[in-house]
């Protein structure tokens, strides 16, 4: 994959210092002092700029290093390996989700994504019986398929020179969004709408006042479209998210914080692993022939994928009090990035990391995150894209290769995919 010259859609960069999920960076201070052990080193040749085009050789440097630097470009500390990343998944009470000045907070709300247990488990938990796998397999699979036939059909109709993301996978992935939320009053056009002005509210660390603008407007759309359906499904109920809501004694504002967070992350994960597995498979023609229309194979190739170029790259926690990670002392207040896309290509965990390899020995990786905070998503991404779409693209599609001449773009670290994917087939 390329790299570009334009921001990508899904992680816009402005240009200055910044926190990833929180305010504006002032000018980054030097670190604070920490509990025993040695303090972090400080990575300031990193920038911006370099992470959005090809953020995984600073990973690997970094890495290298030590498992967590200061990096005054994002005014955070970031941390790279494997095992420091899994410690603070599972440690909410050192490394809290609930981070002062969140800018996910003003774009959406504050969600669950936001929360600590035992308020975030209340809210998690309400959202179980829609996303469990028995209602995947008995309910929303079919309507997978159904939307699957309609978009390809319509890629199909389209003709050579489509571009894969945007008319395809976008579209697949906010119509399935659409109606496992509950939206039946919007289009897929909206909640692709929603999700990326929101979405870049949420990166808006330049407080650029037109972001905050369509962001704002985005998320008055969703309060009133939610507001519009939560009495209809009270008296029509289906197997959405908003109608096993609406019974259940939520906040509104809870319901509509955790609605935007899921139109956000709901939509990017699914359409981005679906182009990105795609991408590697015809990039690696001898690997998408192994498959030979094996589900268990299109799985691995599914996990594999996520594993090398996590969709979600980095997310915020922060340090309730001094202490010390991998060695790393970090004081209490320090605000820190869990690197996944530096901690699934950690060599101390996977063979050959950088290489997408389906075949590879399985071990957990943290893709879709871990804890507490594991991704409520993960089956409907898991069903939608490695069940549904990529078993009928390949046997629709024969001959589906990438454009030999129009190379395709991948762009980010904060979120991380395919920005332009030009196809070809027959």
């Known amino acids: 994959m390329t790299t ?11 240009g200055v210092p910044t926190d990833h999920d929180g305010a504006a960076a002032a000018p980054a201070a030097a670190p604070l002092p920490g509990p025993s052990g040695p303090e972090a080193p400080v990575a300031d040749w990193v920038t911006i700029p370099d992470l959005y085009r090809d953020p995984f050789p600073i990973y690997r440097r970094m890495r290298e290093e030590a498992p967590v630097h200061w990096v005054p470009a994002v ?18 009470e050192v490394f809290s989700a609930n981070e002062t000045g969140s800018l996910m907070k003003r774009s959406m709300g504050h969600s669950m994504l936001r929360k600590d247990d035992p308020e975030h488990r209340v809210e998690r938990d309400s959202y179980g019986s829609t996303l469990r796998p028995g209602t995947i397999k008995n309910h929303w699979k079919a309507l997978f398929e159904a939307n699957n036939e309609k978009y390809l059909g319509e890629l199909e109709a389209k003709g050579q020179g489509v571009d894969f993301v945007w008319d395809y996978a976008a579209p697949y992935a906010a119509e399935n969004l659409r109606l496992v939320c509950g939206f039946h009053n919007a289009t897929q056009q909206d909640l692709q709408r929603w999700s990326q002005t929101m979405i870049d509210g949420t990166g808006n660390y330049a407080d650029d ?7 704002a407007r985005s998320s008055a759309e969703v309060d009133a479209a939610i507001d519009e359906m939560l009495p209809y499904l009270r008296e029509n109920p289906d197997h959405s998210l908003l109608s096993g809501l609406a ?9 509509r914080a955790n609605l935007k967070m899921t139109i956000g992350g709901g939509l990017n994960e699914p359409r981005d692993v679906l182009a990105t597995t795609v991408w590697a498979l015809l990039s690696n023609p001898d690997q998408l022939a192994s498959i030979n229309g094996d589900p268990k194979r299109y799985a691995a190739a599914f996990e594999e994928s996520v594993r090398w170029v996590a969709p979600i ?10 202490t010390v990670l991998e060695g790393v002392q970090l004081p209490a207040g320090a605000r820190v990035g869990v690197v996944l896309g530096a901690a699934n290509r950690d060599p101390a965990v996977f063979e050959d990391p950088e290489t997408f390899n389906i075949h590879r020995p399985r071990k957990p990786h943290l893709g879709f995150g871990g804890g507490a905070h594991f991704c409520a998503g993960t089956w409907v991404a898991r069903a939608q894209v490695a069940q549904v779409a990529m078993p009928a693209l390949f046997d629709r599609l024969p001959g589906l290769r990438l454009d030999p001449d129009n190379a395709s773009v991948d762009a980010g670290w904060v979120f991380r995919g395919l920005v332009k994917m030009p196809i070809l087939w027959g």
Do not use: F
């Open 4 to 14: 570009p010259d334009t921001q990508s859609p899904s992680c816009p960069y402005s």
């Open 247 to 255: 019974s259940m004694p939520i906040p509104l504002e809870a319901i």
């Open 209 to 215: 006042a037109g972001v905050w603008e369509k962001s």
């Open 75 to 92: 005014n955070r500390y970031m941390v790279t390996s494997y095992a420091a990343c899994h410690t603070i998944e599972q440690d909410d």
């Open 313 to 322: 790259g980095m997310y915020p926690r922060q340090v309730t009090r001094d």
